[in-house]
DNA sequence: CTGAAAGCGCTAACAG
DNA sequence: CTGTTAGCGCTTTCAG
């Protein structure tokens, strides 16, 4: 429990000023092979970690990047942040991961917090944020990314897909397969922009052929898969005429395909499904789940890599705008006709 | 893209001295009110945040907490983190995460960078590291919490469970249903040491009745449903009078079941399975999997109070060491009467 | 209740 | 190639 090292034990176990050492630990300037050996001999056996709390004020720089992300559970976002880590991993940057839970008012809360470390830049999940909170990435001063969602009004760089798009597609791909009355289901998230946009987009795209959802439902809570099941079991008895079940997610899709196969019931032939993420989890599953991609990876990638760019100190910092195009997975369930 | 405000600014803006504006702002001290005020509307109107980088360096306290963890794609890292994030949330501290990958060489860097930033502990997910790690957390002179794995000996304090004991005591559910021609199938991770440590303790378990596992095989990569679904198959093929399979996680051992009821094979009845985990969702299965709960949540939850506890700058520092006791649970597949 | 002085551990900038 | 000087923005400590 002894006062943690400093440059200056390094300095005087080595013989060398506190300036050079600095030198030889960050690769910096031109150091003599034989000053940097004992120099780095004596940190060696000494066990010493250099401050980066000191170091960061006194260069005024610091190599984080602040993470923002409103859930660890959804499996959604642990791929967003294996991407950002992929591209980050090899440069002096490091992420730093912060959850919101979904609340505005904890996203302030994580943002100032993250803000307080003066981070060389954020990544932040959603383009809906508090006055307050778009005011400090406003001000911030560093590059920001909004990610997931590009339907609305970045505050600065953005990469993501469109959900409203997303939900149009997928009504689009509905009805030309000739499925008329459609269910939802989806999670009760008020604050779920993008489940709720994508929700939107079905609706519009549906209404321009004059169809409108019959049933929807909203879960909260419990196992995703087991609520999909009891889901659709309590949906279908309401309306047995339902020949399209559209899921917010991948999960409660599982879990209704599992349910409606167990009753023996045709799928596609009598009820179509789809659900939304395209998790690796489907493919294992008795029937594949139509649904559609939302490119978590490529996005936590993309996101790092303009980080990465707009934190060098000369960088340019054009506002980039970079919308993925989610890919459609017809799987088992989305094609009536089978294709010869 | 001004320079970021300082103390400074809002002491000239309010008229009152940095060192009273410090007090304000952090709440220490008595302030009268009406400079209280005055500082308050300062800071705010600026949109000022407090530099933590200067303010760490010259309290020599961060308020940080390390957690380091394999992987965030396995589902049961997230769920420590929750617990963990659950805990700190109500506290002064803030959880750092970094992810190794399951390479000790990235253990090491990782926990070389988070330990630079000075923060008042770690927490890291197993107890096997690099002798250069552990000489690091031994070291570094903060309180330190290994998690998941109490099998062995801790560099300071231990929360999790027996992963041999959970090996062994699975061995005794299979033996007293009655099977005994047993199928292993895990993933193909020499580092991964809790899984090699369940295994070795189904093996002695298993070994105290005379029964050797007939068969085992490991996977890596690609969707965990899909590969038990295959691995399954095969392993059958080669050995069709296994009658119990255990898989070293949840998500293979669904996919096994999946394939064994496609095939209209018995299960329980002809042959038993178990996974590893107790995932959420299992609960929505055409059969409930048997499991064995890894008390993710309970495991981040302790160690972090730990950490709570252990860096209040009187505390006693006693190492603790906390083994939680998995529960089993038979689900429907590991009883092969059915009780009356 | 408020302020002034000193310094946290490191690095930028400049001299040799 | 190496060392010296002067802070980085805040908080601790000590005076009022």
Redesign the interface.
């Given at each position: 429990?002894?006062r943690?090292l400093t440059l200056r034990d390094v300095s005087a176990a080595s013989g060398v000023s506190e300036m050079t050492v600095s030198r030889v630990l960050r690769n910096r300037g031109d150091v003599s092979d034989s000053t940097r050996e004992k120099v780095l001999e004596a940190a060696k056996s000494l066990?010493y970690?250099?401050?980066?709390?000191?170091g960061?004020?006194a260069s005024q720089q610091?190599n984080l990047v602040a993470v923002i992300v409103p859930s660890?559970?959804n499996?959604v976002f642990?791929?967003v942040?294996?991407g950002i880590?992929q591209v980050l991993e090899e440069s002096p940057l490091?992420p730093?991961?912060g959850?919101t839970d979904y609340l505005p008012e904890k996203e302030e809360r994580v943002l100032?917090?993250m803000?307080?470390?003066?981070p060389s830049g954020v990544i932040i999940a959603g383009i809906e944020h508090s006055e307050a909170a778009n005011?400090?990435l406003t001000?911030a001063?560093i590059p920001v990314v909004e990610i997931m969602d590009t339907d609305g009004r970045p505050v600065d760089n953005v990469v993501g897909i469109s959900h409203r798009q997303a939900g149009l597609e997928m009504a689009r791909a509905i009805l030309k397969q000739g499925y008329q009355r459609i269910g939802f289901m989806g999670t009760k998230m008020p604050l779920d922009h993008r489940a709720r946009k994508r929700f939107e987009g079905l609706t519009e795209g549906l209404a321009k052929a004059g169809i409108e959802i019959e049933e929807r439902d909203f879960y909260s809570g419990?196992?995703?898969?087991?609520?999909?099941?009891e889901m659709t079991q309590a949906m279908l008895e309401r309306n047995p005429d339902l020949d399209f079940l559209y899921y917010s997610n991948d999960?409660i899709g599982?879990?209704g395909l599992?349910y409606l196969l167990?009753q023996g019931i045709d799928v596609p032939g009598q009820i179509g499904l789809a659900g939304f993420n395209g998790v690796?989890?489907?493919?294992?599953?008795?029937r594949e789940l139509a649904t559609m991609d939302a490119c978590r990876l490529e996005i936590g990638q993309a996101a790092a890599k303009i980080i990465l760019d707009q934190s060098q100190p000369d960088a340019e910092r054009i506002p980039q705008k970079v919308v993925l195009a989610p890919k459609i997975s017809y799987g088992d369930t989305l094609r009536r006709k089978r294709v010869v």
């Open positions: 429990m002894h943690p066990g970690v250099p401050n980066q709390i000191a960061s004020l610091v660890l559970s499996m642990p791929e942040l294996t880590n490091q730093v991961f959850v100032y917090e803000l307080s470390w003066r005011a400090m001000n001063g419990g196992s995703a898969l087991a609520k999909g099941r999960m599982a879990g599992l167990d690796e989890l489907l493919q294992g599953l008795p």
